[in-house]
């Protein structure tokens, strides 16, 4: 489906997806999940309750009321709930030998899972939300000049490990996904993991995307990235955006979305492998080319005082020269270099490197 044709539907859908509840580490999580949680563990109570009323009802007769001797099913009721809350004020008792083993071996568990299901939706609901927020603060503090990685499938992991390989610290990528477990993941790996919608603007803000270098846009759909794209966009006019686009027909709608650079996987690896129909070292040479541990070197780097008026077949490791974001090759009349150029060069690696 094309960009095009989805826009429109993806813009109210965008919203509506699926988020999970916090983990350990730094998930927001949606209202939707909240309720959820809070509306299985209520009737996990419930049930529970129900189960103790069970016991004492149908174990009645070892029960005795000082009050008046007898045990109604009110009795048993306020029996029930006072039990469960660790009240025991006392009136009504187990008396038989029966009655306070079922108390002692099946109540006081369900008894104790009960508290434990309150204490978990408390930190889980309120004391976590706000160690979350602690962290986020904490997070967003130490954020500058960040990478920010929308979606960490196949392309969004690749491109976090490869900017690791090329010296980027490992806390200063921040992942974003709209699936917890792949924000799991990112986590594990060392990343910074943020649980939400790729496309929400308050999602962007939070990870702090005004002060970032950078933003990777690496959904499987075209639709989604163009959205990501134009949220961006409008948050920061700074920011640099590099998109992946699946088809050729969308990736000109990136750009004017205010994409700086996009990548076609699908392009790049159909070129590779017609390339390597032929010869085998080719694609060898371009995946050493292209990867941060190849023993070959791709840079790009700003024309210096010593370049500019220089010819950029006489500057060694030249390939292209960039201007204006118009390509220039050496050997061609207007490959003289002027200030504010920018020189495409290869060269062997260090061997430190």
Same mark, same amino acid.
């Given at each position: 489906?094309?960009?095009?044709?989805?826009?429109?539907?993806?813009?109210?859908?965008?919203f509506?997806?699926?988020? @999970?509840?916090?983990?350990?580490?730094?998930?927001?999580?949606?209202?939707?999940?909240v &309720?959820?949680?809070?509306?299985?563990?209520?009737?996990?109570?419930?049930?529970?309750?129900?189960?103790?009323?069970l016991?004492?009802?149908?174990?009645?007769?070892?029960?005795?009321?000082?009050?008046?001797?007898?045990?109604?099913?009110?009795?048993?009721v306020? #029996?029930?709930?006072?039990?469960?809350?660790?009240?025991?004020?006392?009136?009504?008792?187990?008396?038989?030998?029966?009655?306070?083993v079922?108390?002692?071996?099946?109540?006081?568990?369900?008894?104790?899972?009960?508290?434990?299901?309150?204490?978990?939706?408390?930190?889980?609901?309120?004391?976590?939300r706000? #160690?979350?927020?602690?962290?986020?603060?904490?997070?967003?503090?130490?954020?500058?000049?960040?990478?920010?990685?929308?979606?960490?499938?196949?392309?969004?992991?690749?491109?976090?490990e490869?900017?690791?390989?090329? @010296? /980027?610290?490992?806390?200063?990528i921040?992942?974003?996904?709209?699936?917890?477990?792949?924000?799991?993941?990112?986590?594990?790996?060392? #990343?910074? @993991?943020?649980?939400?919608?790729?496309?929400?603007?308050?999602?962007?803000? $939070?990870?702090?995307?005004?002060?970032?270098?950078?933003?990777?846009?690496? %959904?499987?759909?075209d639709?989604?990235?163009?959205?990501?794209?134009?949220?961006?966009?409008?948050?920061?006019?700074?920011?640099?955006?590099i998109? $992946?686009?699946? *088809? =050729? *027909?969308?990736?000109?709608? /990136?750009?004017?979305?205010?994409?700086?650079? %996009?990548?076609? =996987?699908?392009?790049? !690896?159909?070129?590779?492998?017609?390339?390597?129909?032929?010869?085998?070292?080719?694609?060898k040479?371009?995946?050493?080319?292209?990867?941060?541990g190849?023993?070959?070197?791709?840079?790009?780097?700003?024309? !210096?005082?010593?370049?500019?008026?220089?010819?950029?077949?006489?500057?060694?490791?030249?390939? $292209?020269?960039?201007?204006?974001? $118009? =390509?220039?090759?050496?050997?061609?009349?207007?490959? &003289?270099?002027?200030?504010?150029?920018?020189?495409?060069?290869?060269?062997?690696?260090?061997?430190?490197?």
């Amino acid at each position: 489906m094309s960009a095009k044709a989805s826009l429109l539907a993806q813009s109210t859908e965008a919203f509506d997806r699926p988020i @999970g509840t916090p983990g350990k580490r730094l998930f927001i999580g949606g209202e939707r999940s909240v &309720r959820r949680t809070l509306a299985v563990r209520m009737i996990a109570v419930v049930l529970l309750m129900i189960s103790v009323f069970l016991v004492f009802w149908l174990d009645r007769d070892g029960l005795r009321d000082h009050q008046d001797g007898e045990v109604s099913l009110s009795d048993v009721v306020y #029996f029930s709930m006072v039990t469960i809350t660790t009240v025991g004020y006392g009136d009504v008792v187990p008396v038989s030998r029966r009655a306070r083993v079922l108390d002692a071996l099946l109540v006081t568990p369900i008894r104790l899972f009960i508290w434990l299901i309150f204490l978990g939706t408390a930190y889980q609901l309120v004391l976590q939300r706000l #160690f979350e927020d602690i962290r986020m603060r904490m997070v967003r503090a130490n954020l500058n000049d960040h990478i920010i990685i929308c979606g960490y499938g196949h392309s969004g992991t690749c491109a976090a490990e490869e900017l690791v390989a090329r @010296g /980027l610290d490992r806390k200063q990528i921040l992942v974003i996904d709209a699936v917890q477990a792949s924000v799991e993941q990112a986590a594990e790996h060392g #990343f910074i @993991g943020l649980l939400g919608d790729v496309t929400s603007e308050e999602v962007l803000r $939070r990870a702090m995307l005004e002060s970032a270098r950078a933003l990777f846009v690496c %959904t499987d759909h075209d639709d989604t990235n163009v959205l990501v794209v134009l949220t961006a966009r409008h948050l920061s006019s700074r920011v640099r955006i590099i998109a $992946r686009v699946e *088809e =050729p *027909e969308n990736e000109k709608l /990136l750009r004017q979305s205010g994409a700086n650079a %996009t990548v076609l =996987p699908s392009r790049i !690896g159909g070129i590779l492998m017609a390339d390597s129909l032929d010869s085998s070292a080719l694609l060898k040479y371009v995946m050493d080319l292209i990867s941060a541990g190849g023993k070959i070197v791709l840079e790009e780097r700003e024309a !210096g005082t010593e370049d500019v008026g220089r010819m950029a077949e006489d500057i060694p490791h030249v390939v $292209r020269v960039m201007r204006s974001g $118009r =390509p220039i090759n050496p050997g061609v009349a207007d490959s &003289r270099i002027q200030t504010g150029d920018k020189l495409v060069t290869v060269r062997p690696a260090a061997r430190s490197e």
